[in-house]
Every structure is written in structure tokens, then in C-alpha cells.
């Protein structure tokens, strides 16, 4: 079978590691891919957000099945378009990438289904806005309507923060279309969990759970970023929770997304905050997360591409997922500067770490020596999988430990706080 990938991060280097498990799958075509990635895969450099451009290469180059993995080209209609042309895809059509593309869509549709999560309004219009920061609970949340880096996001603690988030999105462009609309709402506590799940609009199977390190810094400090680390499974989705997920949130949401005429069919991504009156989403992606899928898919046990076939087809009820009962840990390492700005083209050495790690590779090129540089803010996600935890993170510490570039930075405490929760609950391991 010849598989065509969408993507060119961390995220497809592991879908493909994955997909070539499959003793059926031929050929894997990466657009645009990574140096890393090319290892694996055939890479073409088109554009994953060139639409045209893709659907012209598929023209003449048939693939069997595609997989469509940044949020991007799901909102474009990547999908839809692929369909036109009768290639089979994993991936939710434009309609259904509204739960990501549009926090207000996202917004309503909790709020019409009875989906536990912040309470909300939504602005068009940045006066009314400015007027209700005035007078609303602090601390608030304001988020950007559309896509925007994973940026759009500004937890304000106070009355004039808000104001400046609301003048910034709405009044000074700051995340372009996406700040036309905003949502403001109500700050929730608690330890966050992401949950990816399979589904083909129908049926919904939760891969084993998560937990993101979304700051730059140690101790959760410093400006947020795509993502600096990742373990599975997350100690917080305790069985009890996980019961409650599904009976509150993930079964609504599937039948949500049908009864607006919009079934979602891919990898729904469940942002969850465990509050003190349980659990409630932060935010959905329409997608696998990035750097969650790293320690996600190598504790998949079941065939990834005979899963997502069954997705598209609507035959996931049939189809067993299931995973290992191991534990898995990713460090990323990013270039000196990012989430702000960073250097390129720094030649990276990475010692023994290909013997001690899987190495996804996030933003990487070669130079005109063939030399491995860096190519992005984040560069290369080492993981590990071990029966526990605490032996993945030790692994994945030892070989991040032989990489080396100049400016080279990571957190040096990716599931210390998991650990000291593992202590203390029963962790739930998927479907
Ligand atoms: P997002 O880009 O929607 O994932 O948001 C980025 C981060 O902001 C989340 O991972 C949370 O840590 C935080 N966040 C978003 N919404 C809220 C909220 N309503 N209350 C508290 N923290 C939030
Ligand atoms: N790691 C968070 C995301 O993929 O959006």
C-alpha cells in the first residue's frame, strides 16, 4: 500500500515509525517531511497548508490512503478535497475541524449539549468586550476565535491584562483573522490531562492518556510553547475519571458533532482539566497532539494503519485498540530563544542518543554538506518506553543527555510532578 503523510513535525515522524510496522504499507510519500523523517519516508517539499499543491501530487501520484495530521490543512479542507478525488483519508473534514478552527464553534457546542467546561462569552464585537473584562471575575481567560500557534490563549490575572488581550486580538491584529472573534472565560484549576481518541463518528476509543509540559521552563515557568515534554499514561486519569470522561464528555461530543450534521471522523484530542467538580475540557483539537502522539503511538500495541482504515470506514466498533502497559517519556529539545526567537542551521550532534531513544525529529534540515541542522524551535523529541515511568524518564534523560548543538535547550524535569501523583493513584490504561 502507499501511504501519503500531511504533516512535516515530530507528530508524523511518529505516525510514520508507526505505519511502516505494517507490513503492507510499500511506500510512505512525507509532504513536506524533515531530514528525519526522510530517513523513514520519501519527502516532498509541498506545503502541508498548499492544498492545490497537494492535491495536484496525489493526482499524479496515487497513494492508497492519506493521513492528514496538522490542524492547518484540516481546517483548509484537506480532506474534503482528497475525498473529491477518491483517496481514502484519516482525518476530519473541514466542517468537523470547526471543534479546533473555531473556539466559538467549540464554545456552543458545549454549552448546547450540556459538555462540562468553562463558562463562556463570546465577542464579535471588541467594545462589548472591553466592557465585560470590567466587571467579570478575575482571574479570565481570553482566547483567539481561530487558529493561532498555539498562542491565542492569555490567562490574565488582572482587569488591565484583560483589557490588553482584548485590545491585542480584537483592536491590533495580533493572531491576524483568528482575533476577530474571542471567547473570555472563566479560569479553571486543576492538573491537565489530554486524551487522544480514535473515532469514526460513531464509536469512540481513547488511546492511553497524557500530560503535556507546555512551558518553556522548569517548574512550569516562562511563556508557553507547542509542547517542551510528554508522559503517558498521566497518573491523574485515575479509572474513576476516565469513567466520567466518557459518560460526560467523549460519547457527547461524537453524538454532538452528529446531530449538527457534522460527524467527526479522525483522532479527536480532548483537553481536560480535572477540577474540583470533576472533569471539563479546556480545549478540543481536531488532531493528534504534538508532542503527545510521541508517547502515545509507541505504547500502541494494535496496528496503527489497520485503526485508522477502520476509522475512515466506520468500523471501528470491530476493531480492537489496544495498548501496552508500559510507561513513555518525551523530552524535547529546542533551539536557545524559543518560544521567542531563535537561530537555525545549527549542526547537531547527536552522540549515541539513536542507540539509547527513538528520535522524532521536529524541525531539522540538512545543510549543503549534508550535515543534520536545526530548522526549527523545536528540533528533536527523544523518547523512551519502559515498563514504568520513572525507567522512561531516566532513559529518555540519559540520551537527551548525548545531544548537542549550540543553544540548545530542554526542561530537565519532564514528569517529576507525574511521578510524585503516580505515588499516590491507579492510573486507567485506554480502551
Ligand atoms: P490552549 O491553547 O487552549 O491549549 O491553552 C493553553 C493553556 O492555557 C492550556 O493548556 C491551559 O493550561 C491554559 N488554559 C486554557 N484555558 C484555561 C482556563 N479556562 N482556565 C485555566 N487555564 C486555561
Ligand atoms: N501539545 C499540544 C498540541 O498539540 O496542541
Not at 503511538?297 to 501496552?324: C, H, I, Q
Request: hydrophobic share 40%; aromatic share 6%.
Amino acid at each position: 500500500m502507499k501511504i501519503l503523510v500531511v504533516g512535516g513535525g515530530g507528530r508524523e515522524h511518529a505516525i510514520i515509525r508507526k505505519l511502516k510496522q505494517n507490513p503492507q504499507v510499500t511506500q510512505i510519500t512525507c509532504l513536506p517531511g524533515n531530514a528525519g523523517i526522510a530517513r523513514d519516508a520519501k519527502c516532498v517539499p509541498i506545503k502541508a497548508t498548499d492544498i492545490d499543491g497537494i492535491v495536484s501530487y496525489v493526482r499524479e501520484n496515487p497513494v492508497d490512503f492519506a493521513v492528514v495530521a496538522p490542524d492547518d490543512p484540516l481546517a483548509l479542507g484537506c480532506v474534503d478535497r482528497l475525498h473529491a478525488l477518491g483517496v481514502k483519508c484519516f482525518g476530519p473534514d473541514a466542517k468537523a475541524a470547526r471543534i479546533e478552527a473555531s473556539k466559538v464553534f467549540a464554545k456552543n457546542l458545549m454549552k448546547k449539549y450540556n459538555i462540562p467546561t468553562a463558562a463562556y462569552e463570546a465577542f464579535e464585537d471588541a467594545d462589548a468586550a472591553l466592557e465585560y473584562v470590567q466587571t467579570c471575575p478575575l482571574p479570565v481567560v481570553v482566547k483567539a476565535d481561530g487558529l493561532a500557534l498555539g498562542k491565542g490563549v492569555t490567562i490574565c490575572m488582572s482587569r488591565e491584562e484583560a483589557e490588553a488581550a482584548v485590545r491585542a486580538a480584537m483592536l491590533e491584529g495580533a493572531f491576524g483573522a483568528s482575533g476577530n472573534r474571542i471567547v473570555v472565560e472563566e479560569f479553571l484549576e486543576g492538573p491537565e490531562v489530554s486524551v487522544l481518541a480514535f473515532t469514526d463518528g460513531h464509536v469512540v476509543k481513547p488511546m492511553v492518556s497524557s500530560m503535556d509540559h507546555k512551558r518553556v521552563g522548569d517548574g512550569d515557568r516562562g511563556p508557553n510553547t507547542g509542547g517542551m515534554g510528554t508522559i503517558a499514561p498521566n497518573p491523574c486519569y485515575t479509572p474513576n475519571v476516565a469513567k466520567r470522561c466518557m459518560r460526560e464528555i467523549f460519547l457527547p461530543t461524537i453524538e454532538a458533532m452528529k446531530a449538527e450534521g457534522c460527524p467527526f471522523k479522525g483522532c479527536l484530542y480532548f483537553g481536560l482539566m480535572i477540577t474540583q467538580d470533576g472533569p471539563k475540557v479546556i480545549e478540543y483539537n481536531c488532531r493528534f497532539g504534538d508532542p503527545e502522539t510521541q508517547v502515545v503511538l509507541p505504547l500502541l500495541k494494535s496496528d496503527l494503519l489497520t485503526v485508522m482504515m477502520a476509522v475512515e470506514n466506520e468500523t471501528l466498533a470491530d476493531t480492537p485498540v489496544r495498548f501496552s502497559d508500559g510507561a513513555a517519556c518525551c523530552v524535547m529539545l529546542a533551539s536557545g530563544g524559543y518560544p521567542g526567537k531563535y537561530e537555525k542551521g545549527k549542526t547537531i550532534d547527536l552522540g549515541n542518543a539513536e542507540a539509547m531513544a527513538e528520535i522524532f525529529h521536529s524541525g531539522t534540515a540538512l545543510d549543503a554538506d549534508e550535515n543534520l541542522v536545526t530548522a526549527g524551535g523545536r528540533v528533536l523529541g527523544v523518547c523512551c518506553t519502559a515498563g514504568d515511568l520513572q525507567t522512561a524518564i531516566e532513559r529518555a534523560y540519559a540520551a537527551a543527555g548525548e545531544v548537542k548543538w549550540d543553544g540548545m535547550i530542554y526542561r530537565k524535569d519532564i514528569g517529576k510532578q507525574a511521578l510524585s501523583i503516580q505515588s499516590r493513584m491507579k492510573v486507567y490504561r485506554g480502551c
